[in-house]
């Protein structure tokens, strides 16, 4: 029968597939076709891990379809090409022969759901199927690593999953999410690389086009705050004496293609800004030596020649910094600390405990550095005393989801979880579902 | 902080204001202002942003009253045209992807029991503080000054006339 087992982690950002059984998946590439100034095709993405960008595409511009849109799929036929340019040329494998774990976002419609089986058995012929949800792979994984030091914590978690589409804060129970307790934030990474452009256009130069760029500079230079009020004001400050002002180059195209950090040493200088007054003026104080050593006035002038460069200060922290306050952003919802209290709250009073001492944090956008930091500050306050609050961060958060459904796929029961082709022809999607407790 | 000083500002200036009938007609029904923010929060999940944002303008300006006649008029000179564009355009609608909000909305998920969870129920809801910090949106500190015309927010006269002179949306917010 069928021994190979793919498993899809199909992101709003990032497809993260390989084999089950393997720790790490063989292809992550971007979920969606690109269109760059140099081309009147639509293009696939080259993969982000694995090939080293024999023929690095020049993203400057490009226009870019995703099938996924809020993290549901509304575009079945452009999901369909690029699975078949995944399973065709990068995995290499032909799905009639094997089944398929993928990941669904909680709540997804049922009009979704029968897109996506028609995809899977009828375009794909895929001989089984069996549709997760990520923060039940996610627990899964991180259980699977703690399970020598408490067995009994180890039953369930709350898994918040801040992604590209949104954020979640689901607790899951012995592997099932519990869905009457997931709350949800409309925000994720797009929204907040979209909202950087917006500041930075208006501010200094038109980046309305540059996804991609805008997706590096966020990667590189955002960062959450411990203290905005005190940010601002470091953020404020005229010339050396400013911590956060940092210089992002832009590609010109000739020599390098791809956008950089100026100087990266200052780039990483917010991070001498603790919580102490004391500490952030004397390590103040050792940077501002430290950058008057290494800064040139030659440098400088070298900025007014070329325009291809912007800088961003309170840019920096206040982007992430929506996704704690969804409020100033006009958004009528609350922000992350608040979801979780919600989402443990709606659960039964003996696990709150638990809940608030397992809180996992997954997905790419919480790799700004300081998010579990900053978390732990404003939700400290909101839970009771008597509780604990422990926030574990996964080694790789965009992966953590994946490896979890590897996990599952390599388990001796998960063929008999699956629902197989001639299952799904004789009953139809709505029925199969029901096995999935969807 | 930032509305107990805007607020007394604003009542102790003594300056006469004038301010256009449309101005007013604008001012008095906040749908618009909440529409535009809507709009902008919507805009936050485009893909590509640049062009679509365009577009949204372009909608808005079709809707002001001076030019619907104007709207008009060049709708009856391509009534030549008509039927190959609407045709064209319906086979567009079917080819097209819907978005995420069409296929919410065919789903009705209003229409389920209260105590099933649905996308709808997930929502974390309205914050339990409704202070909201304001930002300048030229430059991004602490605002204590709202734009008269659009609502938007500065922190100095300097920011104002940025935003005077490039973002402020007087009709379309």
Known sequence: MSNVVVVLDNGGGLIKAGLGGERDPSTVLPNCLLRPLSSKKWLHPSPTIAASSEDPLDLTSAAVRRPLDRGYLINPDLQRDIWAHLFNSLLHISPSQSSLLLTEPLFALPSIQRATDELVFEDFNFSALYVADSPSLAHIYETSRRHVVSRGAAQCSLVVDCGFSFTHAAPVFQNFTLNYAVKRIDLGGKALTNYLKELVSYRSVNVMDETFLMDDVKEKLCFVSLDVARDLGVARKPGKKNLLRCTYVLPDGVTHTKGFVKDPDQAQRYLSLTDGALTSNLGAKVDMDHIEVTEKPEDRKRIDLTKNEFDLTNERFLVPEMLFHPADLGMNQAGLAECIVRAVNSCHPHLHPILYESIILTGGSTLFPRFAERLEKELRPLVPDDYQVKITTQENPILGVWRGGSLLASSPDFEAMCVTKSEYEELGSARCRRRFFH | ?173
């Open chain 2, 1 to 173: 902080m930032d509305e107990d000083n805007s607020s007394p500002f604003r009542r102790m200036s003594s300056r006469t204001r004038k301010v256009a009938p449309r101005m007013v007609a604008a001012l008095a029904n906040s749908d618009n202002r909440a529409q535009a923010a809507l709009a902008r929060l919507e805009a936050l999940e485009n893909d590509n942003a640049g062009m679509e944002t365009i577009e949204i303008n372009e909608d808005d300006d079709t809707s002001l009253d001076d030019e619907d006649q104007v709207y008009m008029h060049k709708r009856q000179s391509k009534g030549t045209k008509r039927k190959t564009r609407q045709a064209k355009a319906l086979e567009n609608a079917r080819k097209a992807p819907r978005t995420f909000a069409e296929l919410l909305h065919e789903a009705s998920l209003e229409t389920l029991p209260s105590h099933v969870p649905s996308y709808l129920r997930a929502a974390v809801g309205p914050p339990s503080s409704t202070s909201r910090r304001h930002f300048c949106t030229v430059c991004g500190y602490a605002a204590s000054y709202t734009c008269v015309k659009c609502g938007m927010r500065f922190c100095s006269c300097r920011c104002q006339n940025i935003h005077n002179d490039t973002r402020c949306l007087k009709f379309v917010a």
